[in-house]
């Protein structure tokens, strides 16, 4: 499954193993990944790809505006994951 900005992804390794995140960019291998709550978009997490799980969910919200303005909010990150998961 192909990950890209926008994506739903679920932690598999590392202290935050469980937690869902939002794929904010895509830099080779590695993930900045932010969840709007304890992983802001100023800080994101920075994930290989082998330590994410991938899902088909994808917020088209999120991956429009990065692609238009270039940063996301924190409280749009925390929106996009509630639509997706509910």
Do not use: C, W
């Amino acid at each position: 499954m192909e990950v890209k900005v926008g994506s739903r992804v679920r932690s598999v390794a590392g202290r935050d193993k469980g937690v869902d995140f939002i794929v904010i960019a895509v830099e080779g291998e590695y993930l900045s990944l932010a969840d709007g709550d304890l992983r802001k978009v100023d800080r994101p997490k920075k994930k290989k790809l082998k330590h994410i799980q991938a899902s088909s969910d994808f917020s088209v919200f999120i991956a429009e505006k990065l692609e238009a303005t270039g940063k996301v909010t924190n409280a749009e990150v925390r929106k996009a994951l509630a639509e997706i998961i509910s």
